[in-house]
């Protein structure tokens, strides 16, 4: 169990690993009414978008979220003297598994105190290397600093396992001089196993997922600021039910195609009421051209729904 009284929920200066500027699209929603976003099994056959509120798109001041600006793509395990160590090099195939984990501080020592951010201490994200299998979800910790994130079943191949989290404010054990900042660490597994390459599909302006159509429109340019909007849409008519998904309408992530790096796109607009959609608005800065593969979580009816969709980025 975490002491509430080592949480200080704050606004985060985004410092993720590596060199490329990673990102300003933010779409603000991690979570769900459970502790688990994950989606078993999600492979390319289904598609992607992005998520908010049918308000007007704000200036880039008034933005939720537009403090967090990502430097670095997520790729190494370490970052300004914050480290991701595990011992978990294997995990099985085609069952449940447990991936457990430290952060390091500065001083060596386990960091235990940790701000929450869209209401969670800890996002943790697993990815194939062809990019199927897409899971998010809210580990727990432990006293002494080791997490577990709970996984559905993995097929076979190498996994890459992102942590993403902001380090509490305050001085004692386990922090550092990456407080307030927000960091994206990760490491690789193994599943072991027949590892057949699963085709990344196409680019395209819209996917299905669970009976919703979402359709993007914009085309983002490498490492240039460039609006997206995307709308949801049910049997023909546009959907005004979307629900705040931990403080937000929808939550986006995002992935290179080849290395698999990683990007967090946050919503331009702000959680005005219950019901949401259907159209959202999204400032994107993707750092390198090529394919992304974006997977995009919202929820209606208690239910959340994930839909994955390649984006060319020129």
């Not at 933010?26 to 308000?55: E, F, I, N, R, V």
């Not at 698999?260 to 999204?282: E, I, Q, R, Y």
């Amino acid at each position: 169990m975490i002491s509430s009284s080592r949480l200080i929920v704050r606004p985060r200066t985004i410092a993720a690993t590596g060199a490329a500027v990673a990102l300003a699209l933010t779409l603000a929603a991690c979570g769900s009414s459970s502790d688990s976003a994950a989606m078993p099994g999600m492979d390319h056959g289904s598609k992607s978008s992005a998520s908010s509120s049918a308000s007007a798109s704000p200036s880039m001041a008034d933005m939720p979220g537009m403090d967090h600006m990502a430097s670095g793509n997520g790729l190494s395990d370490s970052q300004d003297g914050y480290r991701l160590t595990s011992k978990d090099t294997t995990l099985p195939s085609g069952e449940q598994a447990v991936y457990r984990f430290t952060v390091t501080g500065p001083d060596g020592e386990p960091v235990t105190a940790f701000a929450l951010d869209q209401t969670k201490r800890m996002h943790f994200y697993a990815i194939r290397s062809d990019l199927t299998g897409f899971q998010h979800v809210h580990p727990t910790m432990a006293a002494d600093g080791t997490w577990s994130a709970d996984l559905s079943s993995l097929t076979s191949g190498s996994w890459r396992m992102f942590a993403s989290f902001t380090p509490n404010t305050g001085k004692g054990k386990g922090r550092g001089t990456g407080q307030g900042t927000d960091f994206v660490l990760s490491g690789t597994v193994t599943v072991p196993g027949d590892a057949a390459k699963t085709p990344l599909p196409a680019s395209a302006t819209s996917t299905q997922a669970d009976g919703y159509t979402v359709t993007v429109k914009g085309e983002p340019m490498a490492g240039m600021a460039h609006p997206l909007t995307v709308s949801i849409a049910k049997d023909g008519q546009p959907v005004a039910d979307l629900e705040p998904y931990l403080d937000t309408y929808a939550h986006l992530t995002a992935f290179h195609e080849g290395d698999a790096a990683f990007a967090h796109l946050h919503p331009t607009t702000k959680v005005t009421g219950d019901n949401g959609g259907p159209d959202l608005s999204f400032h994107a800065e993707l750092p390198t051209s090529g394919n992304w593969r974006l997977f995009l979580q919202f929820q209606t009816g208690g239910r959340l729904h994930t839909a994955a969709l390649t984006l060319r980025v020129g």
